[in-house]
């Protein structure tokens, strides 16, 4: 996550910070600053009169995504004991409305009900993973390889696992110029510099000719 340290101005990667209802502190790779940045909304909720309600959405999170006294992002599966927001996509965990989430996709799922059953299944891995892509579902898929990880045994699969739905997505969401079938044809651009040559060639031969035409009469006068 990027953020602009308030010390130096610059445009830094967060990679030591912690969160909190009253706001973010972290650490500048640039200039080792110790920054706090305050939360609006919680200054805005100290100035009232009384204190809000609790969001139920946020309730139902940390009470239902609980992983070993971590919390799971429900968005990305990352598990991490801060109960604020997700230190991998920036999902502030209160906010969370489990009906705006988007549906598990139906084949998707049942693609990985057998895998938790036969997790040495290849093909089973590249039939599911074919499957978020064609859903545009990548992040559920990501989501269970890194929820699977945390189970005895499966965190070396899971993690070769999305090396290679990383390798697949970057190639699926990859310019169309970069695509196999979009490669320029060698053979046309060959067939193009020769026409663009005869051409060439048939100017200079007409260009030749009407001067010699030119001269032989300037000659006969």
Known sequence: MKVQCPACRDIIEMEKFSTSDAGLSFVCTNC?????????????????????????????????????????????????????????????FSKVDQASLPPDPAEAADLWQQITSNPDDEDLHESFMKTCIAANRLDYAARQYRIFSRQPGQQQISERMLSRLLAKGQAHMAPASLAPGAREDPKRKGRIIFWVLMLLSAALFAYFIIYAAEAMQNMNY
């Open 32 to 92: 080792s600053a110790s920054n706090f940045i305050k939360n609006p909304q919680s200054q805005s909720q100290t100035a009232g009169s009384s204190p809000p309600a609790t969001s139920h959405a946020g309730d139902q999170v940390q009470a239902e995504l609980e992983d070993s006294g971590n919390i799971v992002c429900p968005k990305c599966g990352h598990s991490q004991a801060d109960p604020h927001a997700c230190h991998l996509c920036g999902l502030v």
